[in-house]
């Protein structure tokens, strides 16, 4: 069975610009969380959804975004980056939600210079 | 608000001692958590994970001690090896309402010595 599958693994952005970074979870798996993890936070919930849905959202600003299509897979997009939106960008999938096993991707490395 | 305190922030042992990290959180909803293991370039992996139902998990050299009433629950690693160094973190989580999302700890370096 496939694992938690991130792309692309690295990023190289300039500020102002905007990315997108896209995770397919584990087949038959209906939830993806998304988290930041950076040396400084640790690891950070960002967003969770479920069947297309936004089910949960943590304390980012605006400029994070995503979603979710019918086939599970979910793509994060963050708008006018900044230098402190550098960090790994962890994708985590479960059969229902957190609150069961969830298995985290490899991450995408986004650098914001 | 850390909800959940993870310490040590580091830890050095010998090849063949015992690991223990241990975490205290502070939301009595929490029903559930896991422990991740975590190489460097690497996401986290589930280790192993515990429900407050019980006081005590135990897979292979990895054992989860839980107590309720102090909040708190800690990870041991016995016989600890070299491929055991890694970052390791704790978590929290409560089924449905507003937090399905997973809690982590600031996480806990391990290094083994041969």
């Known amino acids: 069975k496939a694992g938690v599958t991130q792309t692309p693994r690295y990023l190289i952005k300039t500020r102002g610009q905007q990315v997108t970074l896209s995770c397919s979870p584990i087949?038959?798996?209906?939830?993806v969380s998304w988290y930041q993890q950076t040396p400084g936070q640790g690891l950070q919930f960002l967003f969770e959804?479920?069947?297309?849905?936004?089910?949960n959202k943590g304390n980012f600003p605006g400029r994070f975004s995503g979603r979710q299509f019918s086939n599970s897979r979910s793509e994060m997009n963050v708008s006018t980056l900044e230098l402190g939106d550098s960090a790994l960008y962890l994708c985590a999938s479960s059969v229902v939600d957190s609150n069961t096993e969830a298995f985290f991707g490899q991450g995408t490395r986004l650098t914001v210079v | 608000q850390q909800q959940v305190k993870q310490s040590p922030q580091s830890l050095i042992v010998q090849k063949g001692g015992i690991s223990i990290i241990n975490c205290a959180y502070e939301n009595t909803a929490f029903d559930y958590f896991p422990w991740y293991q975590q190489f460097p370039g690497k996401g986290p992996a589930l280790l192993i994970a515990i429900r407050p139902d019980v006081s005590e998990k135990k897979e292979g050299r990895f054992t989860i001690s839980f107590n309720k009433s102090a909040k708190q629950f800690s990870l041991h690693i016995m016989d600890s090896q070299p491929g055991d160094s890694a970052t390791y973190f704790c978590a929290a989580s409560s089924y449905g309402g507003s937090q399905g999302n997973l809690i982590f700890g600031k996480g806990t370096k391990l290094s083994v010595k041969p």
């Open positions: 959804y479920f069947s297309e849905t936004q089910r």
């Open positions: 087949s038959g798996h209906r939830s």
